[in-house]
C-alpha cells in the first residue's frame, strides 16, 4: 500500500498523485503543468509510470491543473474510468474541450515560428478526439455516495467548496488486515464563500494529502471588497463609463454574476447592461444553474427570487464573436465580464483596446495577477501598452479588488483540518516551496506531524 507524489509537489499545478493497493494502481487527479513555456514543456513527457498497468483515475475537481492530462493519458493508452463528482464531469467537458482549442492554436502558432526556423515541428499534446474519449471514460458520482475503485479501494467525494463539483476524496484502502482512510482535499475553497457549500472535512484520516496554495497568508475580507466593488460601479456611473472585468470562466465569472444579482438595488445594477461576453463562462453558468441543487442556503434563495442569475433583466449572453463586437461600439453602461482572467488573450483584450484609453473607464480586478501577464502590466500602472499592434494610452481607472479568492486561506485550512477526529499525519501539496513550508510550521506548532511532498517521494502506508 503506497502513495507517490508526482506533480503538484513542490509547487501550485499539474496535481498527480499515484496509489498503488494490492498491486493495483490508482491516479489521484492528471493535471496540467502551467506556468513558463519551460515548464509546461514537461507536459509532453513520458508518465513515470506504465500508464496501461493503471485502472482508474480519481478526479477531485475540473480545474485543468487537475484534469488537463486526462486525454493525453488516454492518447497514451489508458482505457479504465475516471471517476468524478456529477458537476466535475459537466465542466470537465466544458474545459478540456476548451484545452483543446487553445492546444491546437498554440501548437499551430509555434509551428509557425518552428517552420520559419527550418526546425523540426511539434505535435499537440492531445486533440478533440483524445477529448471525447476522456469523456467517454468518465463516470459521474454523487457526493457522500461511497463506491469501488478498484478492488481494495473505495472513495467517497466531500464537497470542497471550491468550484461546483469540487471534491476531497475520502478513499478507504484494503490490503491485509488493517485497513486505512488516506483523505486527499483536492482544492479546498473559502468558509461561507458566495453560492458554494463550506468545505466538508471527513471524519477521519490516517493521513492527510493536503492543498496549501495560500498556506502562508489571510485574505482580506469579502465584505470590505463588495463595499469597494459597489463603490467602483457608483463611480462609473456617474462619469457615464464601462466597466470591464476581466475573469476566469469558472468559478469567478459566476461569483460576480451572483454579487451583482445580490446587490442589485444596492449598487444600482439596474441601470446597467451586464454582458457574460465568453462562450466558456456561458457554458460553465450553465452547469452552475444545472446543478443549483448543490448551492448553499443564500444562493438557493436567490436563485429562487426573480433576480436569479440565469434571469438577471439586463444581462446578456453573447456567445458569437459579432455579438462581442456589438459591445465594443458601447461607450459607457456596460458591465462587461470576459475572459482571460490575466488578459492574455481572449476577448477582453478587444474591450481593453476600445477602452482603455478613456478616463471614465473602470478595470476591475477580482483575480491574482502573476509576473508576466498583462492584467500585471496594467496593475503595475503601464501608461502605454500594446494590443494586437497598437499602442494605446491608459486612461482608465485600474482597480485590484481583493477577498474573491476560490482557494481558502491559512485559516480556512487549519479550520478543514481541524475538523478530523485526531491529528493525521499530513503531507502538503500544490504550493510553491515556501509558502507550504509556512503552513508545515504551523502544523508543527500544533503538534501535528506535517511534511512537504517532494517529487517521487513514496509513502508506505500500510506502516502508518
Ligand atoms: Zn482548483
Redesign the pocket.
Known sequence: MELEFYGAAGQVTGSCHILTVAGRRVLLDCGLIQGSRQDEARNAEPFPFAVREVEAVVLS?A?I??SGRLPLLVKRGFDGPIHAQNATAALAAILLDDAADLERSTVRRENRRLEEQGKRLVEPLFEKVDVNATLKQMRGHRYDESFEVVPGVRACFRDAG??MG?AVVELELTEGEAPKTLVFSG?LGQYDTPILKDPVTPAHADLVVMESTYGDRNHRDREASLVEFGEVLQAAREEKGNVLIPAFAVGRSQEILYHLGQNYDAWGVGNWHVFLDSPLAIEASEVYWDFKHLADEEATALFRSDLTMPRLENLHLTRTPEESRVIERLEGGAIVIAGSGMCNGGRILHHLKANLHRRETRVVFTGYQPRGTFGRRLIDGDKRVRIHGEEIQVRASIHTIGGFS?HGDQADLLRWYDGFDSQPPVYLVHGDIDVSDVLRRQFVDRGVTAHLALPERRIDLAAL
Do not use: L, Y
Open positions: 475537481h480545474h491543473d487537475h471550491h468550484i469540487s482544492d476560490a
